[in-house]
């Protein structure tokens, strides 16, 4: 079992930069994809960023040159550093992880483990 652990949300002006940590215990998180979603209210949990267990780094549209995934196995720490940030950022932003198929890297449906997620609020 993986316990996730986010913190670094809260409140920022529109441009603006956040760094979101997520800790992990239980197990080490070397061998398993960790990966950043999100949820705007009233809208379906979307992916944002995720790192594969292989060292690959994945990015949608709206997040690719702003946001930036990162782990540190050492720590057992996922980063996601968010900057220009826009008010459509706004979202309760939660780490996973899982140790599916690479193909499936932008899908929830594997992910094995989620945390209770971290609200992210970016005003005009």
């Known amino acids: 079992q993986v316990k996730l652990v986010e913190s670094g949300g809260g409140l920022v002006q529109a441009g603006g930069s956040l760094r979101l940590s997520c800790a992990a215990s239980?197990?080490?998180?070397?061998?398993?994809?960790m990966k950043w979603f999100r949820q705007a209210p009233g809208k379906e949990r979307e992916f944002v960023a995720a790192?594969?267990?292989?060292?690959?780094?994945y990015y949608t549209a709206s997040t690719l040159g702003r946001f930036d995934i990162s782990r540190d196995n050492a720590k057992n720490t996922v980063y996601l550093q968010m900057s220009s940030l826009k008010p459509e950022d706004t979202a309760v932003y939660y780490c996973?992880?899982?140790?599916?198929?690479?193909?499936?890297?932008?899908?929830?449906?594997?992910?094995?483990?989620w945390g209770q997620g971290t609200r992210v609020t970016v005003s005009t």
């Open positions: 996973a992880a899982d140790a599916g198929r690479i193909r499936l890297i932008r899908d929830s449906g594997p992910v094995q483990y």
């Open positions: 239980g197990e080490y998180i070397e061998p398993l994809h």
């Open positions: 790192h594969s267990s292989s060292g690959g780094y």
